[in-house]
């Protein structure tokens, strides 16, 4: 049977919407895998980034510790005796007064 011009229009018309509609469906799913991709690398870069930051603060402390550690061992014996007995005396203080507050923070609950 032959077709004449609008029964050719009209399946050339669904032909062509069917291939638009396949190639649509198509395209929204490689846009939705493309952006799961893109949600995954964003969270990697990011904890990349956390990462980077802390090990950039654990060089920075070394390299603070291996100044300090260099300018104690460049010292004069009488000046790392004296820094010693230094820290001593400032440790000593320092827990005198965390003793202190500690008897200082006892006695307020006991007046209050």
């Known amino acids: 049977m032959k077709q004449n011009k609008k ?5 050339l018309r669904n032909k062509l919407a069917s291939q ?8 929204k ?29 654990k060089v920075a402390q070394y390299e ?7 300018e104690f061992m460049d010292m004069s014996e009488e000046d790392r005796t004296a820094y010693i007995e230094n820290l001593k005396r400032t440790k000593e203080l320092d827990d005198a007064i965390s003793h202190f507050g500690f008897y200082t923070k ?3 609950t006991l007046f209050m």
């Open 20 to 27: 638009y509609k396949e190639k649509t469906e198509q395209l």
């Open 7 to 11: 029964q050719i229009e009209a399946n």
């Open 64 to 70: 603070d510790w291996n100044r300090r550690l260099q």
């Open 29 to 57: 799913s490689e846009k939705a895998v493309l952006k799961r991709l893109l949600n995954e690398m964003e969270k990697r870069a990011i904890k990349a980034e956390t990462e980077c930051d802390e090990l950039k603060d």
């Open 106 to 108: 006892m006695l307020g």
